[in-house]
């Protein structure tokens, strides 16, 4: 879908065109320094494979974002 890339983009500035595929989890960390905000961002992986990690990665979040392939 793009999860990884979306990320990837907004916290490191950068786009690379190889697909890798998440296992698990990936970590991420972005500071909003005008607005005092730290994000902590986790992507974690889309396959059905992984569905039972989901739980302790959304515990005690404030917010999610969900990400949708919608091309059919």
Do not use: H, P
Not at 26 to 41: A, C, S, T
Request: proline fraction near 0%; charge should be positive.
């Amino acid at each position: 879908v793009g999860k990884t890339k979306f990320l990837q983009k907004y916290v490191l500035d950068k786009y690379e065109i190889q697909y890798k595929s998440t296992i698990g989890a990936d970590f991420y960390m972005k500071n909003l320094q005008k607005y005092q905000i730290k994000l902590q961002l986790w992507d974690t992986a889309g396959q059905d494979r992984f569905q039972g990690l989901g739980g302790a990665f959304y515990r005690g979040s404030d917010i999610a974002f969900i990400c949708v392939d919608l091309s059919g």
